[in-house]
Structures are given as structure tokens and as C-alpha cells.
């Protein structure tokens, strides 16, 4: 009988116990989750209005596909320009505003983006680089990208870089360099090179123009080692017989890139050039990277996964 009576008092207290234990975890399930809506639905009523889309562009890039379009690469390295090649796969996606990542499923919640990923491949010497960065961009073009993420592959080893937009800038960094290591930081927002390469295919109107403050790309902070941060530059929008180029001029000759589209929708990305001071000690000098169009296919390359679909990067130049 004791030993009954002992047995039921431990089911009761384990009872108890894990009542005040889910009751726990709910009462910080419903507080993390009352913080998220509540700085998700604050970021909302400091953003500009949403921008309305058109039927062109909801015809364009609500049909399923994807743009792809290959470029010959001309990339200046370590001092001189290695012949390669590039992709742009612009798409649409809907988008997780916290945890910012693709939605798995339909929500009132979800950002609509455009996302590109842009990929360069090229040799340098005996060793291959490979190169690819995604940014989210936003369709309604009312605030900076969500988020923007740059990995490099080399035979020296590999490294990660992602920006994420919250009420900072988070910037996380991992390297195989000494210096570089693990890195996390916040810094303040400023318009985004990543960012521009999209909001040109929504409205290139919107580009910011004149005296700015500029995050250049998260290759060239990684390509040239240096330490996050805001630039002083100034943009400019020219148009010539149908192309139109958006050029960023950094303070100091830091560097100076070109973005060439067609005027007219569903403006084009047709190339780019890139300067900037290449090299090191006798082998320093200016330099020039370029992207010049092959050719572009609009397709759901996700579902196009078989041996059968190989002939698809013919169609490409690939």
C-alpha cells in the first residue's frame, strides 16, 4: 500500500511538472512569436508605399519560367584578365520576412521578390574560381533587399558572406583566412550594390541618383579583403539609342561600375564593365572586368533536371 501511495504521488508531481513546463514554453512561444509580428508589422509602417505592378511585368515574370542569360566573362585577377563565363537567373519567388528564406507554401505573410542569382566561372592559372551571390529583392520596390548571400570556391578554400535585412543590416562572414575567420556585425542601412542589378529589371527609375551613400558588392569586399561598409559614390542614369547605363563612381577611384539595359521593358541586363586598381606591387594597375550578352532562355530550369534537358545549355552558349 506505501509503495502504491509513493507511485502516485511521483505520477502527480511528474504531472505537475510538465504542465509547468509546456506551460512555460508556451507562455515564450506566444511572447517570441507577439515580437515578431510586432517588429515585422513596425519595419511595415516605416516602409514607402508598395510600388503597383504592371500587367507587362506581372505577364513577364508571373508565368512560370525563369530568365536565364549567359555572358562572356572578362575578369580582371591578380593582375590580368581571365577569359570565362557568367549567368543571370532572375526569378520569382515568395519570400519568409523573419526567417527570410523561400516560403514552402502560400501565405498573406510572404514578400513576393525577385530574386537573382548570378554566377561567375573562370581560371586563374592552374585553379578554377567559382563564384555565385542571390539577392531577394522586393517586387513591390519599397525597401532595400532582404536578404544577399555571395559563397566563393577556390582551391585555397572557401568562404561565405550573407547580409540580412532587419532593423540593421546583420552581416555574417565565414573565411578560411587568418583575419577573416567568423564574423558578425550591424551596420546601418545604405543602398546596396547587390540590390541595384534587380531593381533595374522592376523600375530602373527608382535607381538612386546623385550624391550617395553605397554597400559595394559582397564579392568585391571578398575579392579585395577589405572591411564591410558604405561608401561614398555617385549614380547617374544615361540612355543612348535604346540602352540605357547605370554607373556607379565610388570616392577615390575606389572603383566604377556600368550596368547596361535596354531602355524598354523588360529592361535587359545587355552587359557591364568594372574598373578598379588590380594587382600588386609592379603588376598594380587599373583594370576592367566585362560581361557582354550570349544568349537568353526563359525556362523552368528547376524541372529540367534530366541528361535529356543537357542540350538546353547549348541554347545558352554554356
Known amino acids: 500500500m506505501k509503495n502504491w501511495i509513493r507511485f502516485e504521488l511521483i505520477v502527480v508531481l511528474l504531472a505537475v511538472l510538465i504542465t509547468m513546463i509546456e506551460g512555460c514554453k508556451d507562455q515564450t512561444t506566444s511572447t517570441n512569436n507577439e515580437m515578431a ?7 511595415a509602417e516605416s516602409l ?3 510600388q503597383p505592378l504592371t ?3 506581372k505577364k513577364y515574370w508571373y508565368e512560370g519560367n525563369a530568365e ?5 566573362l572578362e575578369q580582371a585577377r591578380y593582375g590580368e584578365v581571365r577569359e570565362g563565363s557568367s549567368v543571370l537567373i532572375y526569378v520569382t519567388e515568395p519570400f519568409l520576412p523573419e526567417v527570410q528564406v523561400k516560403a514552402d507554401r502560400n501565405s498573406s505573410e510572404n514578400i513576393p521578390v525577385l530574386k537573382l542569382n548570378t554566377t561567375k566561372n573562370y581560371l586563374t592559372g592552374i585553379y578554377p574560381y ?3 551571390s542571390s539577392t531577394f529583392y522586393p517586387v513591390y520596390d519599397n525597401q532595400h533587399a532582404i536578404k544577399s548571400s555571395l559563397s566563393i570556391q ?3 578554400g572557401h568562404v561565405y558572406s550573407q547580409i540580412n535585412n532587419r532593423n540593421q543590416f546583420e552581416f555574417t562572414s565565414h573565411s578560411y583566412f587568418e583575419g577573416e575567420a567568423d564574423k558578425k556585425l550591424t551596420l546601418d542601412k545604405a543602398f546596396l550594390e547587390n540590390e541595384v542589378w534587380t531593381k533595374i529589371r522592376i523600375n530602373p527609375n527608382n535607381l538612386p541618383i546623385g550624391e550617395i551613400q553605397m554597400i559595394p558588392s559582397l564579392e568585391f569586399f571578398r575579392i579585395k579583403h577589405q572591411e564591410l561598409k558604405a561608401f561614398k559614390a555617385t549614380a547617374s542614369l544615361e540612355t543612348k539609342n535604346g540602352i540605357s547605363s547605370y554607373i556607379i563612381n565610388y570616392e577615390d577611384g575606389l572603383r566604377k561600375l556600368s550596368i547596361n539595359f535596354t531602355t524598354a521593358f523588360p529592361y535587359s541586363i545587355e552587359s557591364w564593365t568594372e574598373e578598379f586598381t588590380g594587382g600588386y606591387g609592379s603588376n598594380k594597375k587599373v583594370m576592367t572586368s566585362k560581361g557582354t550578352k550570349l ?5 523552368p530550369y528547376w524541372r529540367q533536371n534530366s541528361n535529356k534537358d543537357l542540350f538546353l545549355r547549348d541554347s545558352l552558349g554554356l
Open 154 to 156: 577556390e582551391w585555397c
Open 37 to 43: 509580428i510586432n517588429t515585422a508589422t513596425s519595419i
Open 295 to 299: 544568349k537568353s532562355l526563359k525556362t
Open 55 to 57: 500587367q507587362e511585368f
Open 68 to 72: 536565364i542569360t549567359s555572358y562572356k
Open 130 to 132: 567559382s563564384i555565385m
Open 48 to 50: 514607402p508605399p508598395r
